[in-house]
């Protein structure tokens, strides 16, 4: 077979015929083969030319090829590309300190760093801490549109019942609490009034044993852990209200439960801070990270935690493993990440460039009533869609919106483009927006032009 002069047609033959369905592809009912990028762009068998604002998840943050990455990567695979993860080698040390440090200076604690092959796995290890440090205790909290991953553990933290259902439970589902989504309050009150009264309801659950919670005789807590997203991600994107966390965390801290902050689509820099909940004025106990480590060249992931959690008495060599963890082209990868985060100064960056986006699409909201809501932190922005009422979900327009960009004929300035759009939240109406953060002003701009066209194509 001459895998060169297959057609496009071929292939998706070959696709259907072969491939699982099951690995998160399909989500167009004609998919498209991309064949090269470079930056914010992906381009098609035809090359034509996507403007991508979802970054794979925000895997790549640094952008497509990113010549910094690349070589550090290329460097490594010419020098020491291989080596069995029970093996030390330079770059997972540097690494790991690199990291450990740069929390420390955050967040004045000390820690250690384990490194896993992806981010459901980091999840994982992590329940391995909680668990371990809470002597067996297995029952964890978590929030109302939580994605912690969807390996068997990992689903049980994550609030679809989606994921579980055709799979059975692992044993230990959490218990869910709403999230502050203020624009849909959970229990219907407004975000300058309400009194953070949703933390008071959370608080209400400690009052009495026959909430199910806690053991008021001696304070223990069925819980071991409250898992939790700053900004919640496939959740669509949402920001809370500046004071919850630091709320929560006096709660958590007075009944011993720690606090384990998923940073897996959030982490590195994509809300113009290395780690999210830097921005709410907490201190994680567990800090858990994968995609953009490596600018999406290498499966790597892994947590950082606090030295009680992870000190070698309590979690010794073989507590968990995996073949690929910490590898070399993963770790080389890692390290030009943060070298180029440092260089480029990425936290005043990607502040400047998120309040510019901003600002610009609550512009054009007011020119569009269906963009009910508009909101950001950093490069991490959402545009809810909804019906003419500005709150009125509206899915079928979010999804029309999403298959005409990628159709790849926007028209503007004498030029043809696709728009690559990511859709999240509750009832999957938000746009959530992760570009490079590498961005150019221009390259916003024609997101923007785009995006605009195709709302007047959808007669908006």
């Known amino acids: 077979m001459d895998n060169q002069r297959l057609s496009e047609e071929d292939l998706l033959r070959m696709e259907a015929q072969y491939c699982s369905y099951g690995d998160t592809v399909h989500y167009l009912k004609n998919p498209k083969i991309f064949s090269r990028c470079e930056g914010s762009w992906l381009y098609d068998e035809q090359d034509n030319s996507y403007l991508d604002m979802q970054m794979w998840y ?267 963890s910490g590898n070399p082209l993963g770790t080389a990868a890692g390290l030009a990440v943060m070298d180029y985060a440092k260089r480029h100064d990425l936290e005043s960056i990607v502040a400047e460039k998120g309040a510019y986006l901003l600002g610009e699409l609550k512009k054009l909201q007011k020119r569009y009533s269906v963009m009910g809501d508009v909101d950001g932190l950093g490069l991490a922005l959402r545009i809810e869609m909804t019906k003419p009422d500005g709150y009125t979900p509206d899915r079928e327009l979010t999804d029309r919106i999403f298959h005409l960009g990628m159709e790849g004929n926007i028209e503007t300035g004498g030029r043809r483009f696709g728009l690559v759009l990511d859709v999240g939240g509750y009832y999957k109406n938000v746009f959530t927006l992760a570009p490079a953060l590498t961005i150019s002003y221009e390259e916003m701009d024609l997101f923007l032009k785009l995006f605009s066209a195709l709302l007047d194509r959808c007669g908006c």
């Open 58 to 324: 925000s895997a790549v943050n640094l952008g497509y090829r990113n010549s910094d990455i690349e070589n550090a990567h290329n460097a490594q695979m010419a020098r020491l590309p291989q080596l069995a993860s029970q093996y030390l080698h330079r770059e997972r040390i540097l690494l790991a300190a690199e990291l450990a440090v740069e929390t420390e200076k955050r967040l004045g604690e000390k820690g250690r760093v384990h490194f896993n092959v992806g981010g459901s796995q980091a999840i994982e290890d992590s329940l391995k801490l909680v668990r371990n440090y809470k002597k067996g205790q297995s029952l964890m909290m978590a929030f109302m549109g939580s994605y912690h991953g969807r390996t068997l553990a990992a689903s049980e933290i994550t609030s679809s019942y989606r994921y579980r259902k055709k799979f059975g439970h692992f044993g230990n589902r959490a218990l869910f609490v709403p999230f502050p989504y203020c624009y849909r309050c959970f229990i219907g009150l407004k975000r300058d009034t309400c009194h953070y009264e949703c933390l008071k309801q959370f608080s209400s659950l400690f009052e009495t044993e026959y909430y199910g919670v806690v053991d008021l005789k001696d304070n223990e807590v069925e819980y071991a852990a409250f898992y939790f997203e700053p900004v919640q991600a496939t959740g669509g994107y949402v920001i809370p209200p500046g004071e919850y966390f630091a709320r929560l965390a006096e709660i958590l801290k007075k009944y011993g439960i720690p606090m384990v902050d998923d940073e897996i689509q959030m982490g590195f820099y994509r809300t113009g801070k290395l780690w999210a909940a830097e921005h709410f004025g907490i201190k994680p106990d567990i800090i858990t990270f994968a995609k953009s480590l490596t600018n999406g060249l290498n499966p790597l992931s892994g947590l950082w935690a606090k030295e009680k959690f992870i000190n070698p008495q309590l979690f010794p060599p073989g507590s968990t493993h995996s073949t690929f």
